[in-house]
T-cell receptor
Framework: GESVGLHLPTLSVQEGDNSIINCAYS??????FIWYKQESGKGPQFIID?????DKRQGQRVTVLLNKTVKHLSLQIAATQPGDSAVYFC????????????FGKGTLLTVNP | DAGVTQSPTHLIKTRGQQVTLRCSPK?????VSWYQQALGQGPQFIFQ???????QRGNFPDRFSGHQFPNYSSELNVNALLLGDSALYLC???FGLGNQPQHFGDGTRLSIL
């Protein structure tokens, strides 16, 4: 079935360290992936996306890696800051040409000052 | 440039009642999707509207219905409310139906007593 899951439900890091959040997906037909950040009381905020024809994409302080062989997605945050503390979700387009996002359960990232 | 706006922010209803939630998409966007997010879970896709038609639907009963207006705004209606309908209801918008990031509003918190 279609599902997106996370290996680590919680992650605690020190300010300035790099963070890595992992995600496994099960739908090999998924062709588009997004990482979202959700702070308490807010809606998900777009961080970065990647298409299935790529294996790496970089943004400002963030990098997404896609390994289609093992159906694994990761989000790397460089020099993590207290403002990065939030729940992070990976999502996949499981609908093919009919765009439909399937979300995982999320990872809570806590950055300690 | 206004982002996705949703109203109301909070709502309390009792079992059996009906509710209507509203969403205005981000400026320039014409596609609206609705998600239900239970506490501690990732958002679950309800349905998507484009050109005033329902294009995709998730695994939700017919009690959940929607509408999109010519100005691209949208409504989510839920009939015969159940306790399990208590959740954060999120609206997301994008342009067209292709693989593009969906931008979320901050949601409507619906509580069923």
């Amino acid at each position: 079935g279609e599902s997106v899951g996370l290996h680590l439900p919680t992650l605690s890091v020190q300010e300035g360290d790099n963070s890595i959040i992992n995600c496994a997906y099960s739908n090999s037909a998924s062709d588009y992936f997004i990482w979202y950040k959700q702070e308490s009381g807010k809606g998900p905020q777009f961080i970065i996306d990647i298409r299935s024809n790529m294996d790496k994409r970089q943004g400002q302080r963030v990098t997404v890696l896609l390994n289609k062989t093992v159906k694994h997605l990761s989000l790397q945050i460089a020099a993590t800051q207290p403002g990065d503390s939030a729940v992070y979700f990976c999502a996949e387009n499981s609908g093919g040409s009919n765009y439909k996002l399937t979300f995982g359960k999320g990872t809570l990232l806590t950055v300690n000052p | 440039d206004a982002g996705v706006t949703q109203s109301p922010t909070h709502l309390i209803k009792t079992r059996g009642q009906q509710v209507t939630l509203r969403c205005s998409p981000k400026s320039g966007h014409d596609t609206v999707s609705w998600y239900q997010q239970a506490l501690g879970q990732g958002p679950q896709f309800i349905f998507q509207y484009y050109e005033e038609e329902e294009r995709q639907r998730g695994n939700f009963p017919d009690r959940f219905s929607g509408h999109q207006f010519p100005n691209y705004s949208s409504e989510l209606n839920v009939n015969a409310l159940l306790l399990g309908d208590s959740a954060l209801y999120l609206c997301a918008s994008t342009f067209g139906l292709g693989n593009q990031p969906q931008h979320f509003g901050d949601g409507t918190r619906l509580s069923i007593l």
